[in-house]
């Protein structure tokens, strides 16, 4: 029977409440039977910084999730040497799970982009689209995109409460000396403390 999996992709530096409240609407409105967080390795497009390093936030990642059922985490661009492509993570993830559907789990700013990534039209043939709404973005334009590059339909919806809580936010609070408790799962936060992470004191 062919299992429904997510893939949610990100740099994860550091993950915070925003990234698992939307893992967890994804799964539910979807119908997943499993959501694979895939911290970035070395970004394509944009710079990560502070980069603490992509072992730490594959570490980050997999303790924000390790006691949630349905969730998961995959070195599969950490462990890889250049850059993250989205269509080789999916070739790479749709091989260790063969015949499951995939469906990529993205915010409508990061769809807005697709048109601009390497090879858009593979990542469309590996997986549908999921995409949860952001301020500021046309859904539809999104859906317009999807179907020049070929897809087979529009954008699947994933509605979520919004969320004020950004990585960056996180990375500013903890150099200014500034309480993250709440922002970051538990055992997050220690890691960050233990690690002086982002400037932050151990």
């Given at each position: 029977?062919?299992?429904?999996?997510?893939?949610l992709?990100?740099?994860?530096?550091?993950?915070?409440?925003?990234?698992?409240l939307l893992?967890?609407?994804?799964?539910?409105?979807l119908g997943?039977d499993?959501?694979?967080?895939?911290?970035t390795?070395?970004?394509?497009?944009?710079?990560i910084?502070?980069?603490?390093g992509p072992?730490?936030?594959?570490?980050?990642?997999a303790?924000?999730?390790?006691a949630?059922?349905g969730l998961?985490v995959s070195?599969v661009?950490?462990?890889?040497?250049g850059?993250?492509?989205?269509f080789?993570?999916?070739?790479?993830l749709a091989?260790?799970?063969?015949?499951?559907?995939l469906t990529?789990v993205?915010?409508?700013d990061v769809?807005?982009?697709l048109?601009r990534?390497?090879?858009?039209?593979?990542v469309l043939?590996?997986?549908?689209?999921?995409?949860?709404?952001?301020?500021?973005?046309?859904l539809?334009?999104?859906?317009?995109?999807?179907?020049?590059l070929g897809?087979a339909?529009?954008?699947?919806?994933?509605e979520?409460p919004p969320?004020?809580?950004?990585?960056?936010?996180?990375?500013?609070?903890?150099?200014?000396?500034l309480?993250i408790?709440w922002?970051?799962?538990?055992?997050?936060?220690?890691?960050?403390?233990?690690?002086?992470?982002?400037g932050g004191?151990?």
């Amino acid at each position: 029977m062919s299992r429904a999996v997510g893939v949610l992709g990100g740099a994860f530096n550091p993950p915070h409440v925003g990234h698992l409240l939307l893992a967890q609407e994804a799964v539910v409105a979807l119908g997943l039977d499993e959501l694979i967080l895939v911290p970035t390795g070395v970004a394509p497009h944009k710079r990560i910084e502070p980069e603490p390093g992509p072992a730490v936030r594959l570490e980050m990642a997999a303790a924000a999730i390790a006691a949630v059922p349905g969730l998961a985490v995959s070195d599969v661009e950490v462990a890889r040497e250049g850059p993250s492509f989205a269509f080789r993570t999916l070739e790479l993830l749709a091989d260790e799970h063969p015949g499951s559907q995939l469906t990529f789990v993205m915010g409508a700013d990061v769809a807005s982009g697709l048109d601009r990534w390497k090879r858009p039209e593979r990542v469309l043939e590996l997986a549908s689209v999921a995409v949860a709404g952001r301020p500021g973005f046309d859904l539809g334009e999104i859906d317009s995109t999807l179907e020049r590059l070929g897809a087979a339909g529009p954008a699947e919806r994933i509605e979520m409460p919004p969320v004020g809580i950004s990585s960056t936010l996180v990375r500013e609070r903890v150099a200014s000396g500034l309480p993250i408790r709440w922002m970051v799962p538990e055992p997050v936060e220690r890691l960050i403390a233990d690690g002086g992470l982002y400037g932050g004191g151990s």
